[in-house]
């Protein structure tokens, strides 16, 4: 009896699923990003209107003042779905730990000079208050956001500040144990160089409209603080120690990778229309200028002497981005909108 192998091949009918071809066209295979971003959200059919917010639909576009012909126009550059966003925080955090361990293992933040640890204590290790708010203010995008392409990166983006948060908990247990993370969030509460942000922030957790949230936060706090901390402060610590360095390296790799997200987002919805362009910058410009006057105690008590240059050129740097956005500050009789 004589066998023959042969192989055939089979032709799929469709390369991909109905709703991304109706995007991307029948013959085009889909990327794993575009399988997992996609019209994910309903936007038909809903059962009923939220008991607290009965004028919207459980998803509303009209939540905020920002309009867009397709919601799903704001994609991540990164192309973030579920496998590769875990995959790459993974990666980053083993390399995190190792880091933790070695200035544990070393004592190198201890051991610093008395005044270099409560500078940490009480000017860095009381942001992790301020990432628990960044967290909360995301997570109100995703849940109140409209389409998928932004509310699935806007919850990573919420993990991220929660981990953020917690990596600044454990900067202050290797400066001081649990007696530094208390005097952090004392300072937090109560001291006078933190209150001026702190009811910024605490103003901004209360706004309805998501996108002023994604700007406000993600874009203009975000443009100002993280240059001010993880960049120019590490500059001047790192002359006495790299362990500020080594236990802050997530937060300066992270933030140069996720403003690519934000940058691409606001941008794209700035080129949507004039109106939209008009509605962001005010939401921007608004914001700089109340974080900018905030910062200026917590700026004073980092860099001392240095504090308005410091913060000038952290102002700069963001004015130069947003004008990079397409957005330009309101020159004309027309107040923009308030921030307070």
């Known amino acids: 009896m004589q066998i023959d192998i042969r192989t055939d ?22 990327t794993r990003y575009q399988e997992a971003m996609y019209d994910l959200q309903p936007e038909t059919s809903f059962h009923y209107r939220p008991l607290w917010q009965p004028q919207y639909e459980l998803y509303d576009a009209r939540r905020t003042r920002v309009v867009m012909q397709d919601w799903y126009a704001l994609k991540d550059p990164r192309q973030f779905y579920y496998g590769s966003y875990v995959n790459a925080r993974a990666r980053q955090q083993e390399a995190m730990e190792k880091n933790l361990e070695f200035v544990e293992k070393r004592g190198l933040l201890a051991s610093l000079p008395e005044p270099l640890r409560e500078l940490l204590t009480l000017g860095v290790v009381p942001l992790r208050h301020l990432e628990w708010a960044a967290n909360m203010n995301n997570a109100a995008i995703t849940a109140y956001g409209f389409g998928s392409a932004i509310t699935e990166a806007a919850m990573f983006h919420t993990m ?17 144990d649990k007696a530094a993370v208390d005097a952090a969030k004392a300072a937090w509460m109560e001291d006078l160089a933190w209150q001026p942000l702190r009811h910024a922030v605490e103003d901004l957790l209360v706004r309805e409209d998501w996108f002023e949230l994604h700007v406000a936060q993600n874009l203009v706090l975000d443009g100002l603080l993280y240059p001010l901390i993880y960049q120019r402060l590490d500059a001047r610590l790192s002359a006495e120690s790299p362990a500020f360095s080594l236990v802050t390296d997530f937060m300066n790799a992270w933030y140069a990778e996720t403003a690519r997200w934000v940058d691409a987002t606001v941008k794209t919805a700035a080129q949507e229309s004039a109106e939209n362009a008009g509605v962001i910058a005010g939401y921007a410009f608004a914001w700089l200028d109340r974080f900018q006057h905030a910062l200026v105690p917590l700026a004073r008590r980092l860099f001392a002497g240095e504090a308005e240059a410091a913060l000038d050129e952290s102002s700069a740097a963001l004015t130069k981005r947003l004008a990079g956005l397409g957005l330009a500050r309101a020159t004309d009789d027309t107040p923009a909108r308030a921030a307070a």
Not at 19 to 29: E, Q, S, V, W
Not at 160 to 175: C, E, K
């Open 9 to 30: 091949s089979v032709s799929p009918i469709r390369q991909t699923f109905a709703n991304l071809a109706r995007r991307l066209g029948a013959d085009k295979p889909a």
């Open 160 to 176: 991220d500040r929660l981990g953020i948060a917690q990596y600044l908990t454990r900067i202050g247990l290797l400066v001081g």
